[in-house]
């Protein structure tokens, strides 16, 4: 039998919900090129979207300005699900990034369309507000979604700074918003990218 | 260098942040009876975590009384923690579920005095919130924490029904908080219990 058979609950709106809940599934099979803090596997996006999710609920108090982490834990919750139709882009991929906005934009118009259209619009707006990095809820959820990665490279000897050969200006470019909206999270970044300068995971 | 060795931010507050923060990365390790729906491999704590916090946004208009999703979100994220010291217990294990009580005590009061007093508060707070099914909030998530293994067994051919040998009694008995709390929801489980004893993959 397959998905559709178990659906029918003769309300069309919660098949459509449990069959959008089935298919995010396909999150636990994304992978990203960061390692789990362990070293034993690549991380993937349901994974890492927990995560920052519960990093968000632990420094709040770091942030610039007031944020509803009420909001910024749905946003991180939701933030790489069009990556189940896109796949994941390497940060560090200049070329990959080429038409990444593009690609994404196409993926969020067929996944979000399963929904309920008040749904699809609700997730959608979530997942634009995270991307657009303008509201200070956005900040603070891309300020997690950076700094999470970061940890699990400088935990894991700099794997995929190494991997990648990223550049510390690479870096810093990436974790800027950290600089503008967690300044003292940052000053501890910024040591940590000495250290992995002086211990060639990333190159000067 | 051991992972003290990237933590000293110069304030002890944000290092045991830091220091929380890897740690629970184990959750990624801690790995559950259910299935993913791909049917690859077994689930893990981190995966599920996030799959019910999706689903919880999707699915309150069939709660019984209004819930804070904001704050049900965060249950979500946060309520297997404990299991990073306890372990996962299958629930319909009779036998690993005695002392599992006291069992996740003991582990709650090591985890979370790892973090700053007030935090550990916080999150120990929403865990003994979910865990004692009282509030709308916590009625609400262990609804979806019950509904979604349900999906998963249904939508693999009862694998973890099946392989657990488990009573339609014991299912209808895990799921009465969602009898009770979200009643459209469970006359579409009902159907498909029907049809999993059909099926032979729960005993009558």
Chains 1, 2 share one sequence.
Request: hydrophobic share 40%.
């Amino acid at each position: 039998m397959g998905i559709q058979d178990y659906l029918e609950s003769k309300n069309e709106r919660l098949d459509r919900q449990l069959l959008f809940t089935a298919e995010i599934d396909r999150m636990t099979d994304i992978l990203r090129q960061t390692m789990l803090i362990s070293g034993k596997r690549r991380e993937n996006d349901a994974e890492h979207s927990w995560h920052i999710a519960v990093m968000a609920m632990l420094l709040t108090e770091y942030a610039a300005e007031p944020v509803d982490i009420g909001r910024v834990v749905r946003m991180c919750v939701v933030h790489d699900l069009v990556e189940i139709e896109a796949g994941d882009t390497f940060a560090y991929d200049t070329q990959g990034n080429i038409g990444k906005a593009e690609r994404e934009r196409i993926a969020a118009d067929k996944l979000f369309s399963r929904l309920p259209e008040d749904q699809g619009s609700m997730i959608r707006g979530l997942w634009e507000e995270f991307d657009a990095m303008e509201t200070p809820d956005a900040k603070y959820a891309a300020c997690v979604d950076r700094l999470q990665p970061f940890l699990h490279n400088v935990l894991t000897d700099g794997h995929t700074w190494r991997s990648g050969k990223v550049a510390r200006a690479s870096v810093e470019k990436r974790i800027s918003v950290i600089r503008e909206f967690m300044p003292e999270v940052y000053r501890w970044m910024e040591a940590n990218i000495e250290q992995a300068v002086e211990n060639g995971w990333l190159s000067p």
